[in-house]
């Protein structure tokens, strides 16, 4: 883990982003950005009240451009923190938002989808963690012990296609984070043990997912421990 996180970070160093903080009175976040800025990782960008901001004026008219919204929305929605802050990284002032210590994820994603929208080639949003494995566990089949587990935050009940857009999207995303990607599609069966229709789904996403990405290596459906121990998956 730390051999990954130091990479991360230097990486950073190496070119510090401009990171707008939505939530920069919260507590933990001044905590963060006082480490973020000793450390040389980023450009901390914050803001107070909204309403008081100078941006706020042209913020409420592109807001009420780009959704046809009435006035009285458009005040009410950038007034809000996290609207404002997607505003603002929409409008070329950071390089990315930090949100999330204070709100649920429904308010952190909704003015991102409202205001920056996905590119064309995402067809869902869709959220991913790291997970970074023991030094005391094998790691071969795991790029040194980093994992990226998709989608456990905003895709409730995703269907064939979303899965495929998740695992491929997710796969792109690793190798952002310099990961060569080995992608595997869990469920609660390994290799056919099981033909519960949501064990198809799966199987069928993973087939989708060969057919749109020949160059990716993509098994499933399997179990957690299958794609993690050769002994298991073989």
Not at 187 to 213: I, Q
Request: charged fraction near 30%; include cysteine.
């Amino acid at each position: 883990m730390e051999n990954f996180l130091a990479q991360i970070k230097e990486r950073a160093k190496k070119n510090p982003a401009r990171l707008i903080f939505a939530e920069g009175n919260e507590a933990r976040v001044k905590e963060a950005i006082e480490i973020i800025e000793r450390e040389g990782l980023a450009i901390p960008v914050t803001f107070g009240d909204p309403a008081k901001d100078p941006h706020f004026e042209d913020f409420v008219k592109k807001f009420m451009e780009l959704r046809g919204a009435s006035e009285e929305e458009a005040r009410s929605k950038m007034q809000n923190p996290h609207y404002f802050a997607t505003m603002m990284l929409g409008e070329g002032l950071g390089d990315g938002l930090i949100t999330g210590p204070t709100a649920p994820s429904r308010e952190r994603i909704l003015p991102a989808l409202e205001i920056i929208k996905t590119e064309e080639k995402f067809h869902k949003v869709s959220g991913f963690f790291f997970m970074v494995l023991p030094a005391n566990v094998d790691r071969d089949a795991a790029n040194g012990g980093v994992l990226l587990f998709a989608d456990c935050a905003v895709n409730v009940e995703p269907d064939v296609n979303t899965l495929a857009d998740i695992a491929i999207d997710t796969a792109e995303t690793a190798k952002r984070f310099g990961i060569e990607p080995v992608v595997a599609l869990l469920s609660f069966s390994t290799a056919g043990s099981s033909n519960h229709p949501l064990v198809k789904k799966v199987r069928e996403a993973a087939k989708l997912v060969k057919s749109r990405r020949p160059d990716l290596t993509v098994e499933g459906e399997m179990q957690v421990d299958a794609a993690l121990m050769d002994q298991i998956g073989a």
